[in-house]
Nanobody, 128 residues
Framework: EVQLVESGGGLVQAGGSLRLSCVAS????????VGWFRQAPGKERQGVSE????????YYADSVKGRFTISNNEGLTTVYLQMNSLQPEDTAVYYC?????????????????????WGQGTQVTVSS
């Protein structure tokens, strides 16, 4: 089983940046699809980005493309989400997630309820 722990959230002004981290225990990311989704109060879960463990496939939701970057460390135990040019609409709890089956580059971003494992989330609040 995979355990995921996110960190790095916080309060930032519009236009600012944050870097989220997600540490995995139990299994390294190289065997999984990894990604991020977010959920704002009263709203549905929204896919943000995903990456195959070996880094060959990366996908971003249109709402974050060009502003967010997903990456991982060399040991494939930590995944990051660099978030730049943050806007108030980016305010949400951000979750790191993994899945075991690859379908296509955007499968889990468009189906954020199909991730297999996810962490407890980290709050990101962007003030205007």
């Amino acid at each position: 089983e995979v355990q995921l722990v996110e960190s790095g959230g916080g309060l930032v002004q519009a236009g600012g940046s944050l870097r989220l981290s997600c540490v995995a225990s139990g299994s390294p990311f190289d065997d999984f699809i990894v990604g991020w989704f977010r959920q704002a109060p009263g709203k549905e879960r929204q896919g943000v980005s995903e990456m195959s463990g070996w880094g060959a496939s990366i996908y971003y939701a249109d709402s974050v493309k060009g502003r967010f970057t997903i990456s991982n460390n060399e040991g494939l135990t930590t995944v990051y989400l660099q978030m730049n040019s943050l806007q108030p609409e980016d305010t949400a709890v951000y979750y790191c997630a993994v899945a075991e089956t690859y379908y296509n580059e955007s499968y889990y971003t468009s189906r954020p309820y199909e991730w297999t494992y996810w962490g407890q989330g980290t709050q990101v609040t962007v003030s205007s």
